[in-house]
């Protein structure tokens, strides 16, 4: 005698007739189904987001500081007194400086990491770069001097009276050395006038109103 079975109504499924591997497979799409709902909800402006950084972008946060600390170890002490740090940062990165052990500065190097996790990076960031900018600028005025005073020895008088057109300061002390230069009778008497000359030309153009930059110096090679 067969047995009467009622069919189920239309659009349902039966879960005893559905085998086991196949439930599995359907109840993990649609968990899928609903994480990329929730992500598109994201996209879209939905409620479902993720503010924190990502991993990546931490690491990325961890090297700047770490290379801007790596910055603070090469300072003189006259440049890193001018840096807006704390003591605690301060000290860590002074008593570096004094470290002989290889595995000691290692060590000491990752607490300024750490440290420089609560320090203001933007302001250290920001006189890290006036400094640069001074150091560039020191650079080419000693460059500049030193053409001056090469010139000054070389040729004399003319090349005295080329500085003050291109500079715009007064010649008297040039003038003097140059006659000084002129007299010398010795080549170590010479050497140290042309010392002279070039503390004279540079301390001069230090107190000009403008800044050295490139084109001062290609015109000062004409």
């Not at 069919?7 to 499924?13: I, K, N």
């Not at 002129?182 to 403008?210: G, L, N």
């Amino acid at each position: 005698m067969r047995e009467n079975r009622e069919s189920p109504p239309v659009g349902e499924a039966r879960h005893d007739t559905i085998p086991r591997w196949s439930r599995v497979q359907l109840s993990s799409f649609g968990r899928r189904r609903r994480g990329l709902q929730r992500v598109s909800g994201a996209r879209d402006g939905g409620r479902v987001s993720d503010d924190k950084p990502s991993k990546s972008a931490r690491k990325r946060g961890q090297l700047e500081l770490q290379s801007l600390g790596e910055a603070l170890l090469r300072l003189g002490k006259a440049d890193l007194d001018a840096m807006p740090l704390d003591d605690r940062l301060r000290e860590a990165v002074i008593d570096a400086g004094t470290i002989q052990s290889h595995s000691a500065l290692r060590r000491q190097r990752q607490l300024i990491g750490k440290l420089m996790r609560d320090a203001d990076a933007d302001a250290i960031r920001a006189s890290l770069a006036a400094l640069g900018q001074a150091d560039r600028k020191a650079t080419r005025l000693f460059h500049a001097a030193e053409i001056w005073r090469d010139r000054i020895c070389g040729e004399g008088m003319p090349a005295v009276t080329g500085f003050s057109t291109v500079t715009g300061v007064g010649t008297s002390r040039l003038e003097k050395l140059c006659d000084e230069l002129a007299s010398a009778t010795s080549e170590s008497t010479r050497r140290a006038i042309c010392r002279r000359i070039f503390r004279e030309v540079h301390d001069s153009m230090a107190t000009m109103p403008r800044a050295i930059n490139h084109t001062d110096t290609e015109r000062m090679t004409e």
